[in-house]
């Protein structure tokens, strides 16, 4: 006789590397199904293993909703670290619902001897600290943020991020940067003093030292995202020893039920002992 034990139903709230490795796991894995869910901020997402979802829950309400609905027997948030709002709402509706939840919560980069970093706490104060020594500015943060650096007229800065912005979002500028591959539109109504690639990483030290040394830049501002690949640019900025303005973390959600986990293999683990 054949006794089939009912998979557990997972949802991986997606957005990180780390996510779309454990849904290959769970999608092979004979214990677990899951669903992906992503946020769907960019035109063309890259697609996690097996089903997903895109687009918010509607809050906390919404995602507490969405658990008892579709009978999530516990939730991996594998968000960014810098998505605090969808973090702090998973680890609230998951306590809500009595549903086990883990973060995954990348260890930050840590300061290595020979960087020179201005701790910030957020991008205004990165905005705020900025002279005319650090232009061109080189900024790696994506593109939803960068309304903070529009009143530094005084700066040239480089953004990268990793497709045009949307109609509501800052538009692009021409650039002509042939290391990577990049796709370029001009843009009309975006300072004069921002130019615009758009690339998605990893990106290697090779390609990172020809940007930052072909555009002169003299300053980086990034969050401290952590993780192998985004984490060139800091060699190449310790190499030539230019300042980084590095965004701190935010706090971790502080749910009495939040666990926090670093890899999709704990992940793995926790689920199985869950
Ligand atoms: P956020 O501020 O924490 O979330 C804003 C809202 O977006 C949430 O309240 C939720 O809407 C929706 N949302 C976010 N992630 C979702 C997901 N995985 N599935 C369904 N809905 C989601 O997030 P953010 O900073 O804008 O980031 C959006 C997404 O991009 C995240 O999934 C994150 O992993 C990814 N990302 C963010 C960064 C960054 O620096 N912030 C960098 C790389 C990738 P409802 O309230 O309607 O549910």
Same mark, same amino acid.
């Given at each position: ?6 998979? =557990? ?15 290959? &796991?769970?999608? *092979? ?12 901020? @960019? ?8 089903? +997903?979802? @895109?687009?918010? +829950? ?5 995602? *507490?909703?969405?658990?008892? !609905? ?8 594998? @968000? ?16 809500? @619902? ?25 991008? $205004? $104060? ?8 650090? /232009?061109?500015? +080189? ?8 309304s903070a650096f529009q009143n530094r007229k005084d700066i040239s800065f480089l953004t990268r991020?990793? !497709?045009?912005?949307?109609? /509501? ?40 030292? &020809?940007?930052?040394?072909?555009? #002169? ?5 990034? =969050?401290? /995202?952590?993780? !192998?690949? *985004? ?9 030539? $020893? ?17 666990? +926090?986990?670093?890899?999709? #293999?704990? *992940? ?7």
């Open positions: 006789m054949i006794i089939r034990t009912m998979k =557990k139903q997972i949802l991986i709230l997606g957005g990180s590397n780390e996510g779309f490795i454990l849904a290959e &796991k769970l999608h *092979a894995h004979q214990d677990f199904s899951c669903i992906s869910s992503l946020a769907g901020r @960019t035109s063309i997402p890259r697609k996690p293993a097996g089903p +997903f979802r @895109t687009g918010g +829950f509607g809050g906390i309400e919404g995602l *507490a909703t969405y658990i008892k !609905e579709q009978k999530i027997d516990a939730i991996i948030d594998a @968000t960014h670290p810098f998505a605090r709002v969808i973090s702090k709402n998973a680890a609230i509706a998951a306590s809500m @619902t009595n549903c086990p939840i883990a973060h995954i919560w990348r260890a930050p980069w840590q300061k290595q001897p020979g960087d020179i970093w201005i701790e910030c706490s957020d991008m $205004q $104060q990165a905005a705020n600290l900025l002279t005319e020594k650090h /232009s061109p500015c +080189f900024l790696t943060i994506g593109r939803l943020e960068l991020a990793i !497709e045009p912005a949307n109609k /509501s979002d800052p538009h692009n500028k021409n650039t002509n940067t042939d290391n990577i591959n990049i796709n370029q539109e001009p843009s009309e109504d975006w300072p004069d003093n921002f130019s615009f690639i758009y690339a998605k990483g990893p990106f290697t030290y090779e390609d990172e030292y &020809k940007l930052i040394t072909d555009r #002169n830049i003299k300053a980086i501002v990034t =969050k401290n /995202s952590g993780g !192998e690949k *985004a984490s060139a640019k800091l060699d190449v900025a310790r190499a030539l $020893q230019l300042p980084v303005f590095i965004i701190n973390r935010p706090e971790k959600p502080d749910e009495p039920n939040s666990h +926090f986990i670093e890899t999709a #293999n704990e *992940a793995l683990d926790w689920l199985q002992n869950q």
